[in-house]
């Protein structure tokens, strides 16, 4: 296991972020987080990631691009400091639970939809009738 200053997750999801948000087709990021970091000395334990941007900034950033966040433990329970930064995780401890997570995301992802208009168009001057199907205009 990396030194917590040698952990930067936030950094990473933040790129990942970044990544599919430049695709135009389903997204969503997985943050899949371990056991309890060990203890460091002189390291204050809810500081075990050295990324330069915390996670609820990174939350934040992935919810401005309509990102879905899935945060995962295999730890088990609420796990270790750096899972309770990202809030609750779902526990991926077992193949069944795993396998329960994935069909949940599975299924966000089959929901979601892209449309592309023609044209030039400034977003706030297009509306929606969301009177036959529930639809959502993307930011």
């Not at 002189?42 to 945060?71: H, M, N, Q, W």
């Not at 997570?101 to 592309?116: G, H, P, T, Y």
Request: charged fraction near 20%; avoid cysteine.
């Amino acid at each position: 296991m990396k030194a917590p200053d040698e952990q930067t997750v936030a950094n990473a999801v933040a790129v990942a972020a970044a990544a599919v948000a430049a695709y135009n087709h389903r997204r969503a990021v997985v943050v899949l987080l371990g056991d309890a970091a060990p203890s460091y000395p002189g390291i204050d334990p809810r500081l075990y990631d050295g990324s330069t941007i915390e996670a609820a900034a990174v939350k934040a950033y992935l919810a401005a691009l309509d990102v879905p966040l899935f945060v995962w433990s295999v730890a088990g329970g609420a796990g270790g400091p750096l899972t309770r930064a990202w809030g609750p995780a779902e526990d991926v401890s077992t193949k069944g639970k795993l396998k329960k997570a994935f069909k949940n995301l599975k299924a966000v992802l089959e929901s979601q939809r892209i449309v592309w208009f023609s044209g030039r168009h400034l977003p706030q001057r297009i509306t929606l009738d969301t009177a036959a199907t529930p639809l959502r205009l993307a930011r």
